[in-house]
């Protein structure tokens, strides 16, 4: 991905961690809260198989719907 459109993704990422702050199911594993951008970072890894800065920029749209799908249902 280009820098340029690394920065789009990563101020997506912000934005939508943002937005997830106290919403994301509690858990065992994090005793002391989620962390909304680790969260949406580590989704986008399991999906695509690769960090966003390594995902070919032909996907660019396809990252940006899977980060919005997220924040509508943040599980």
């Not at 106290?22 to 962390?35: A, C, F, M, T």
């Not at 890894?45 to 899977?66: A, C, G």
């Amino acid at each position: 991905m280009t820098p340029e459109n690394a920065k789009k993704i990563w101020s997506l990422i912000l934005e939508t961690g943002d937005f997830l702050k106290g919403k994301l199911p509690d858990s065992p594993n994090h005793p002391k809260g989620r962390n909304p951008y680790a969260h949406i970072a580590l989704e986008i890894k399991n999906k695509f198989q690769m960090t966003y800065k390594d995902i070919p920029d032909d996907k660019l749209k396809e990252v940006i719907s899977y980060i919005n799908y997220l924040k509508e249902n943040p599980n």
